[in-house]
T-cell receptor, first 113, second 116 residues
């Protein structure tokens, strides 16, 4: 079983919909939680990161972390066709290997006009 | 606008040939990562360096892969001999690690490798 599980989708929604992307994890040492967006044939780019539990909002994007359930989410409000991409969650533990992130396999999202 | 650069962007080679991929991390970043991405395996960490010293290369097939960082502006990943199963996109990423953890990681555009 992988340390980080992510539903690969694909997920297809109409423009303007609210999108929910999720990851579960098994390693309780994870303290940093990141979401990356990867457009086709490009490298992943950091979208948001949070430390420990709680919510973080940035424009149309909200990241949530529930450490008690080992579950993280990314919500996209008023989704746009330009949000069509693969979204990868990533997690990092605070330990001697600080800096090493474990990635989910990514969820492919298509937002249709 | 600082960014990670990788060369070459595309590489087609024949089985058995040596492949060298290069990465220039963002100036001032102290950590460099090499990843491999395939449809089947997703994004896999191959190796990473802190202040040019190798920290972890457990994700790398040791018999054919090698990673080095000859100076702060250059990281290399070599495959010798290459095999068709090495076909993938190889990403370099760099970041600045604080006392607690990596807070951000910036990826390069990747090298698309096809081994025939």
């Amino acid at each position: 079983q992988k340390e980080v599980e992510q539903d690969p989708g694909p997920l297809s929604v109409p423009e303007g919909a609210i999108v929910s992307l999720n990851c579960t994890y098994s390693n309780s040492a994870f303290q940093y939680f990141m979401w990356y967006r990867q457009y086709s044939r490009k490298g992943p780019e950091l979208l948001m990161y949070t430390y420990s539990s709680g919510n973080k909002e940035d424009g149309r994007f909200t990241a949530q972390v529930d450490k008690s359930s080992k579950y993280i989410s990314l919500f996209i409000r008023d989704s746009q066709p330009s949000d069509s991409a693969t979204y990868l969650c990533a997690m990092s533990a605070v330990n001697t290997n600080a800096g090493k992130s474990t990635f989910g396999d990514g969820t492919t999202l298509t937002v249709k006009p | 606008d600082a960014r990670v650069t990788q060369t070459p962007r595309h590489k087609v080679t024949e089985m058995g040939q040596e492949v060298t991929m290069r990465c220039q991390p963002i100036l001032g970043h102290n950590t460099v990562f090499w990843y491999r991405q395939t449809m089947m395996q997703g994004l896999e960490l191959l190796a990473y360096f802190r202040n040019r010293a190798p920290l972890d290369d457990s994700g790398m097939p040791k018999d054919r892969f090698s990673a080095e960082m000859p100076d702060a502006t250059l990281a290399t990943l070599k495959i010798q001999p290459s095999e068709p199963r090495d076909s993938a996109v190889y990403f370099c990423a760099s970041g600045l690690v604080s006392a607690r953890a990596l807070e951000t990681q910036y990826f390069g555009p990747g090298t698309r490798l096809l081994v025939l």
